[in-house]
């Protein structure tokens, strides 16, 4: 007999489209049971999945997908539609090398109309589409569902914005997921929501709004206000409506008989409609519902006994900083930490603990963080913004105008620097380098291990000006940090090996790499530490005792610290072969990280049958 013989059924939406109302009350049981045995098995995003099963069956159920357009915010929350949308048996390769992706792509699936895990974009793509089908004159749905914390960047206000007066159909579904501005949810809220969806009452308001246009002004003005603070005072919509939105909501969004009906209502309706729905994060596995932060993210684990304790292993980059900054708070009270929605990606937990006046969470609004952190600069004190670097992307222009042109003291703290694995092309750290180094007035440094990593967040921390320190994700490589706060020379590297011939120039995470390809063809190898400014006295040294100079980064090979390197040696005249290698020109997908650096030419191995390929062009190479 079938675990899930109503799962089994369903290919695509159009099967799910076939079963009767009552039968999806058990889908959505054998949904969430199947989810948590995937995820088990596979790792991956778990708490907010399991928060959308019932979401992500009503989307599917009241409206005709793929024609019908869902655009879904993040992504975190879509492994219950890629499993309704025909991927079911995928998810056995979840996350992983040449499998489906942990968030909605354009080229897997024609139900994934828009390609996120990046927050907040969902309303602009989904006004867009909306646009897109009122000019072809196509009576296609766009629905964008929207978590509450993405609706904490301005980008989703922007569109809210833009949406509330762009006359067209578009639904925002706000899946609202830690009751921050909801009341109550009860049979009173499902009843007058479902109500206000209705034709009827739509109907008759707007018969009651064409007949008050006809009365003078005051009179109309009176009518409009009053029905707005009565809805005001009913619900928590006023916001929302006043964008340009008729607000419904809130309502359980666990429930599938308020939610089917309430979404085929919407369904009909012209124009921008906004739902707010409740849900829980975690919802129907006690354990992540307990604790949904720690299954957020999670690796393989067994679903009934939890996951496991954490086992001692090697710091983490992120621990290191961790740790540093909560060392050099100690000593320096200027020192504030700031996060863009991050803390415990960020290794901020401690902080907030410690100082939690000198720390402070923006939300998702990255712009924001660093032009903050510029006014406190302003003001004397010395921030500190613990980002991603695929986040600090959504920031460049408040980097650029806000902190660099002003000269201000803003440390940023780069955490994922270079490939991160399951999470793939979106959340790569593999620009930073060559975004920041064409900025002026910024420092930029990449340790190579633990204890480089806590000096040279000292060294950025005591610079009098802009600067970053970018690492890696996941363990350092052993290396017990010690207790100093003492900065490093800013610009000057040192060798970690003499040899000869050639000389490999490290940047940051794969200094142990090219240490392990060096012993094998006897190579000098330089540990740089800073992209910006460069140590060109000890290039000019590599250059005049070598006859092959090798640049490795694990950033985009276009524009990074071998680009700078290139630079230096052109303006001072040096005329030396150079073989730059860093990440490709394209962008890299999911999967273990070894592997992905395999591909990318950057193990120990493809190091040295690239460096033989380039001395095998300049001079047969001496066996």
């Excluded at 949810?185 to 009843?191: E, I, Q, S």
């Amino acid at each position: 007999m079938s675990t899930y013989p109503l799962l089994e059924r369903i290919e695509n939406p159009a099967d799910l489209r076939n079963l009767d109302r009552k039968e999806l009350k058990p889908l959505a049981d054998e949904l969430r049971t199947f989810l948590i045995d995937s995820v088990a098995k596979t790792g991956g995003h778990l708490s907010s999945n399991l928060g959308t099963v019932e979401l992500s069956i009503a989307l599917h159920y009241a409206f005709n997908t793929p024609d019908d357009r869902i655009v879904w915010d993040v992504g975190h929350q879509t492994y219950c539609h890629k499993i309704l949308t025909g991927r079911r048996e995928a998810m056995a390769s979840l996350r992983q090398h040449h499998g489906i992706s942990g968030f909605p792509r354009r080229c897997e699936s024609e139900y994934d109309t828009f390609g996120t895990a990046h927050s907040s974009t969902s309303i602009s793509a989904a006004l867009g589409m909306a646009q897109a089908a009122q000019i072809k004159g196509e009576a296609r749905k766009t629905v964008a569902v929207i978590g509450d914390g993405a609706m904490s960047a301005g980008m989703a206000f922007e569109a809210l914005n833009n949406a509330g007066v762009a006359e067209c159909d578009i639904l925002v579904i706000l899946n609202d997921n830690e009751m921050s501005i909801s009341p109550p949810v009860g049979a009173l809220n499902k009843h007058l929501s479902q109500l206000l969806s209705g034709r009827t009452f739509n109907g008759a308001r707007a018969i009651g709004k064409r007949f008050l246009e006809k009365l003078p002004s005051p009179v109309f003005e009176f009518a409009r206000r009053t029905e707005e603070h009565v809805k005001g005072m009913m619900m928590p919509g006023t916001l929302f409506e006043e964008f340009g939105f008729t607000y419904y909501g809130p309502i359980n969004g666990h429930d599938l008989n308020a939610l089917v009906p309430m979404l085929e209502n919407l369904r009909k309706l012209k124009g921008p409609h906004f739902l707010h729905v409740i849900t829980r994060k975690g919802q129907g596995y006690k354990l992540a519902e307990a604790d949904p932060t720690l299954y957020h993210g999670v690796a393989k684990f067994d679903q009934k006994a939890g996951i496991p304790a954490e086992p001692a292993r090697k710091a983490s980059f992120t621990q290191v900083f961790s740790d540093w900054v909560c060392d050099m708070a100690a000593k320096d009270q200027r020192l504030i930490a700031i996060t863009p929605a991050m803390r415990e990606g960020s290794g901020l937990v401690r902080f907030e603990q410690e100082y939690p006046d000198r720390y402070f969470d923006v939300g998702i609004a990255e712009q924001h963080a660093l032009t903050v952190a510029a006014g406190m600069a302003c003001e004397g004190m010395k921030p500190v913004v613990a980002i991603y670097s695929t986040f600090l992307q959504r920031a460049y222009d408040q980097l650029i105008h806000d902190v660099a042109l002003q000269k201000l003291p803003v440390l940023l703290a780069i955490d994922r620097g270079g490939l991160v694995g399951a999470d793939g092309a979106t959340h790569n750290g593999a620009f930073d380098l060559s975004y920041l180094a064409c900025v002026p007035n910024i420092v930029i440094m990449a340790p190579s291990d633990e204890e480089e990593c806590r000096r040279l967040l000292s060294t950025g921390f005591l610079h009098d000006g802009p600067s970053a320190v970018r690492y890696p994700r996941g363990a350092g490589t052993g290396i017990f940090p010690s207790a100093s706060l003492e900065p490093l020379t800013i610009g000057k590297g040192l060798i970690r090996r003499q040899g000869r011939r050639i000389a490999l120039l490290a940047f940051g995470s794969l200094l142990s790499t090219a240490l392990e390809a060096a012993d094998e063809i006897d190579a000098s190898v330089a540990d740089m530490r800073f992209i910006k400014p460069l140590d060109r006295e000890l290039i000019r040294t590599l250059a005049a005792e070598h006859e092959l100079l090798v640049t490795l980064e694990e950033n985009s090979v276009i524009g990074g610290a071998g680009s700078e390197v290139a630079r230096a040696l052109e303006e001072d005249g040096i005329l030396i072969p150079l073989l730059r290698l860093g990440l490709p020109d394209h962008f890299i997908d999911h999967g273990e990280r070894g592997l992905l650096l395999d591909e990318a030419g950057l193990t120990r191995a493809r190091i040295l049958e690239r460096i033989r390929a380039r001395l095998d062009a300049i001079a047969p190479i001496a066996e």
